[in-house]
Structures are given as structure tokens and as C-alpha cells.
Nanobody, 126 residues
Framework: QIQLVQSGGGLVQVGGSLKLNCEVF??????????VAWFRQNPEKEREFVAA????????AYADSVKGRFTISRDNAKLTVDLQMNSLKPEDTATYCC?????????????????WGQGTLVTVSS
């Protein structure tokens, strides 16, 4: 079993920054095979891929809507993943969830991820 515990988020003004953190617990987390990603969802849209990082290689992927503004990173020693969000826009308002899975082929497909964090709300006010 793997547990993901999130922290961060909250209310920020347009153009501001926030950092989300996702801590991984569980012996079955495989540094060589697991990918960790962030997804977001608000009531008006379907769940949307934000960013992902393959743990072993550190290879990252981003949605076009956040590219250049968001950065995903991992700390191998602490087993944490951060999502640094800069230049936030009102359309970034959503509940953000981290997720992880093993041997993921398409990092943007939410159904490939087996374990999910509890979600954290990010609100960008104009």
C-alpha cells in the first residue's frame, strides 16, 4: 500500500505563487518504476493533467496550460514531490491531487494511477 499526503495550497492573488507538496509513504513505492503526477479538477471541468515526474530518471511532463509557469520536482531522500506554481491565473483555481502508479505508459491519463492524495484547494482571486 502507498499513501500520499498533500500539503500547501490556499488562496492567492492573480500573478502570485504557491507550492504544493506531496509526501509518499509505503514500502511498495518503487523508485525505479513509479511516476508521480499532479491532476486538478473544478466543478466545471473534468479532471485535468497538470504535471508528472518519472522518479528514476527525473523526466518531467507538463500540460500546455501550465508549461513555463509550473515546475514539478522530487526529493529522493524525503520521498516528496513539489509543484511550484508561479504566475497563477484564475483558471488555475481547482482542487489539486497528487497521484502515483507503477509502470505508467501515458503520464497524462489519470486511470493509469493507482494511489491518490487527499486533494488540496487552490483558489486564485482576480
Amino acid at each position: 500500500q502507498i499513501q500520499l499526503v498533500q500539503s500547501g495550497g490556499g488562496l492567492v492573488q492573480v500573478g502570485g505563487s504557491l507550492k504544493l507538496n506531496c509526501e509518499v509513504f509505503g514500502r511498495t513505492f518503487n523508485r525505479y518504476r513509479n511516476t508521480v503526477a499532479w491532476f486538478r479538477q473544478n466543478p466545471e471541468k473534468e479532471r485535468e493533467f497538470v504535471a508528472a515526474i518519472r522518479w528514476e530518471s527525473g523526466t518531467t511532463a507538463y500540460a500546455d496550460s501550465v508549461k513555463g509557469r509550473f515546475t514539478i520536482s522530487r526529493d529522493n531522500a524525503k520521498l516528496t514531490v513539489d509543484l511550484q506554481m508561479n504566475s497563477l491565473k484564475p483558471e488555475d483555481t481547482a482542487t489539486y491531487c497528487c497521484a502515483t502508479g507503477k509502470n505508467i505508459v501515458s503520464t497524462m491519463i489519470s486511470s493509469e494511477y493507482e494511489y491518490w492524495g487527499q486533494g488540496t484547494l487552490v483558489t486564485v482571486s482576480s
